[in-house]
């Protein structure tokens, strides 16, 4: 029997409120957060009044309903959610999936080969240099990195008491706590995943996590523009994108598709700024020879065309004799040339976070009803 949430929705309309003679459906009372996972769902029910006498019973009936009209054996008791849109509250912030997170931003790429999770690495561990508390959520579904880059491939994260709950802990290092989609993946059976599973375990991984208190979470997207793109921005208010290109031309016009992806209508998160990466080569003992490898200042050009500050230009730098630490990430060595870099970088990304804060109102989560179309409230 495959559950789909129509058929809960139909179970629904069978649950009248009472003295009305309507059913929840017709009264809008079933918010639009419906989660399906094997047998077990999830939903909110919206009343208009903060302590609804009804309340409890009318979640009772909805529990009947969906048992005896879409299945026996769906795990419903408990999983419904009470809320309130009284009007005292009707701006306060929808539950936040990560409230004890300042900022969450997203670092993205319009194609693959541009070194994103390279920069949301190092970025990353660039802030907490800072003396930021900084997490890194790795949602990179194709080709998941960051346990590569933070030197923790063989780790399986453990499970800890809180509160009550089983909640994922973090591997730390480097001053950043970390989760990677692909602690969860078997390599050997990469299957590529539907969007909904990989948007599913994305959500667990944000909210069944403990992170505790972040100043920023860093969140190294897939390339391209997909489905997690949009499942991310339904589940989080996303405070802004950083987009990452490298100078050639082709990069470019990927990079123009990502940034028109976040500003379109459909998203609507700000572009925090654009990173530079590869933006020329220097051997660590000359540093003053900048050879443009890839084309000169591209990422630069594009920025002022579109008025998206540029946040920062990483060359690649290597030593004429090839040694140092491999595998640590560089910015936890700020004096390096690259490390230094990627300090501006964080430096730089502070600022913007902070100019966004003031001048732009707080990103929206995408509210999605089922048809599939958007309302905005």
Excluded at 12 to 28: C, F, H, M, R, W
Excluded at 224 to 229: F, L
Excluded at 233 to 250: C, D, F, N
Excluded at 367 to 375: A, E, I, R, S
Aim: charge should be negative; proline fraction near 6%.
């Amino acid at each position: 029997m495959t559950v789909n949430s129509q058929l809960i929705i139909d179970a629904l309309k069978k649950v009248q409120y009472p003295a009305t003679g309507k059913n929840l459906v017709e009264l809008g009372m079933v918010d639009n957060d419906i989660l399906i996972e094997g047998n077990k769902v999830s939903l909110s029910l919206i009343f208009t009044k903060q302590n609804d006498p009804f309340a409890r019973s009318i979640v009772k009936a909805a529990e009947q309903a969906i048992l005896l009209h879409v299945s026996p054996d769906i795990e419903i008791k408990g999983n419904i959610t009470i809320k309130s849109n009284q009007p005292a509250h009707s701006h306060a912030e929808p539950e936040k999936l990560l409230p004890k997170v300042k900022y969450i931003i997203a670092v993205a790429s319009g194609k693959g080969g541009v070194g994103k999770s390279t920069i949301a690495s190092n970025l990353s561990v660039a802030l907490a240099k800072l003396g930021y508390k900084v997490g890194l959520l790795d949602a990179d579904i194709f080709g998941p990195s960051q346990p590569k880059m933070f030197q923790v491939e063989d780790v399986r994260p453990l499970l800890e008491h809180v509160n009550g709950r089983d909640l994922i802990v973090p591997v730390e290092n480097y001053g950043v706590k970390m989760l990677s989609i692909g602690f969860f993946v078997d390599k050997k059976s990469a299957i590529m995943w539907r969007g909904v599973m990989a948007g599913n375990a994305l959500r667990q991984l944000l909210g069944d996590a403990n992170w505790g208190e972040l100043d920023y979470m860093l969140i190294d997207l897939p390339p391209g523009t997909s489905d997690i793109h949009l499942s991310l921005v339904q589940t989080l208010a996303i405070t802004g994108a950083i987009v990452v290109s490298t100078p050639q031309e082709v990069a470019l016009a990927d990079a123009r598709k990502g940034i028109n992806m976040f500003m379109g209508d459909k998203v609507n998160v700000p572009v925090l700024g654009l990173v530079e990466n590869m933006a020329w080569f220097t051997p660590a003992e000359l540093p003053e020879n900048k050879y443009y490898l890839f084309g000169k200042e591209g990422v630069k050009h594009l920025s002022e065309e579109l008025d998206v500050p540029l946040l920062g230009q990483i060359p690649i730098v290597q030593s004429i004799c090839e040694s140092g630490d491999k595998g640590v990430p560089v910015a936890y060595y700020p004096e390096t040339i690259t490390g230094g870099a990627f300090l501006k970088l964080a430096e730089k990304v502070v600022e913007r976070v902070a100019y966004r804060e003031v001048h732009l109102a707080p990103t929206q989560r995408v509210m999605v009803n089922d048809q599939g179309g958007h309302h905005h409230h």
